[in-house]
């Protein structure tokens, strides 16, 4: 299989008739543009292998073509960020997808290598739409190919084309083709591996990996095809956090640069938080105890957004269907407080993002969704129904909320058709209407998202299998995938995010041992 790289037409035959390594014509990139991208120059030992290119999708994962990394020990291969030509990072381990003609792998490197600049590292923009949906369209991809011809080292300048796509009725590989432009760039010798992507909405989405170029042609696998295999691989292993017999679970975590996490659970009636810091180990669990009604819903934690992100605000239905929290300061926990409601669910409750605004609901014995806000200090009680879905939701399962940025508040529920439906507030334009997401769940999908354009959406499958899908709020609905290390989920999950270190944090009840289980992917 020929390695890849942009080429002249004007040369393309002969060079690959020659199987020489030249790029003519390709576009040079700035450094700039590369770390936004993540794009990464794979160094091979042998001499006779072309060097590859790949992308930076997490801190410390590269994907590339999978016949880059063939017939090599991890260790072996040097992956160099950007331009640089010093300090190149090595391998850890190289993980092949188990569909040889897919050509994808993806190389989990053994320290972690930072894009500075990079807003994504391209994990949440995998395309997600399908072959039908690319046709038409312009693709510009990346590679490290050879950029003169006849050159004999090794190319070090990164370089681009914008090109067309297409496809014919004898692609087998599950992909696209892309063709030579008006100004002669093509994929040639050297960019295996790298990236394309198309600009769709004012986003950019890595759409596919080169694999391979004819002349006049380049072939890439689309990244629809390895998406949910890529969620799977770089998931972590599950971590034990004991707390047998929990119910349901919880999970916030705050936005100072110490960034707390805290796991809160109803175990035994009462309410249990245990917590941890960056770079810490976790605490022991701790009561939080119960309000003067007892406990009859699963939790909900939010950090207040009051500057400090210090106050911890847990809460619980009570046994008199009202809402009731605790808060901790720096200086303990307060006592309990009811925030009255008549509530048939537990709560769900978003966190804004200033003046201490927290967003707090729960569903009547209707189905209709109610809503009370707390600033400056103040709860303003239960104002606000939203109605429900179409045909009803199930009134006992606590909504799901997140205020994705300022002036956006996404609040998710499970329909009687066992589906996610998503409400949707917009400043300017007030709430819409309700949405069907599709699924089949046992439980309220969890949503988490901080920052433009990241809806991040894990719910447990009726398979008690985890599901999760990335919603930019913009364009298609993306659907569901199902990715986990194999824990058979007995409830619901919670999940969080903090765009500052590019990791999704999934916690959760495992059906087989009924400990919390708490994994850690990069996004």
Known sequence: MRHVRMLGVSAALLLFAARSEAILNGTPVDQNESLANGLIRILHPSPSVNNCSGTLVSNQWVLTARHCTVNVAANQLQFFLSNSTTRPEVGERIVGHDDANLDIALVRLRTSLYAAGSQNLNFERLWYGSREDLIGSDQTCYGYGRNVANDGGSARVLRKATMRTRVDGNIWFNGYIVDQNAQGQMPAPGDSGGPCFRDYWGFRYLTGVMKSADPGVGYVTEAAKFRAWMMKTMLSSPLNLDARGAGGVAMARSHDPSSEWT????????????????????GGWESVGMPPSG????????????????????????????????????????????????????????????????????????????????????????QWNHGQPPGGSVTWDQPSAVWRQPGELFVYVRGNDLA??????????????????????????TVTGRGPNNLFIYGVGMDHRLWGTLFTGVGFWPGWEQFDKGVWYASNVAAVHDASDHFIDVVGVSGATGDVQFITRPW
């Open 420 to 445: 996610a439906w998503q409400k949707t507030w917009f400043a300017g334009s007030g709430w819409w209407g309700w949405v069907s997401r599709g699924g089949a769940f046992l439980r309220t999908p």
């Open 263 to 282: 796991v809160a659970v109803n175990l035994s009636s009462q309410v249990h938080v245990r917590r941890k810091f960056w770079g810490t180990s976790w």
């Open 295 to 382: 406990v009859t819903s699963d939790p909900a934690v939010a950090y207040r957004p009051d500057g400090s992100w210090r106050t911890l605000d847990v809460f619980v239905k009570g046994g008199d269907n009202a809402i009731w929290t605790r808060t901790r300061r720096d200086g303990g926990w307060d006592g309990w407080r009811s925030l009255g409601g008549v509530c048939a669910s537990g709560p769900g409750v978003a966190a804004g993002w200033s003046n201490g605004r927290l967003d707090l609901f729960c569903i009547n014995s209707l189905g209709d969704m109610w809503h009370q806000i707390h600033e400056n200090g103040t709860w303003s009680g239960f």
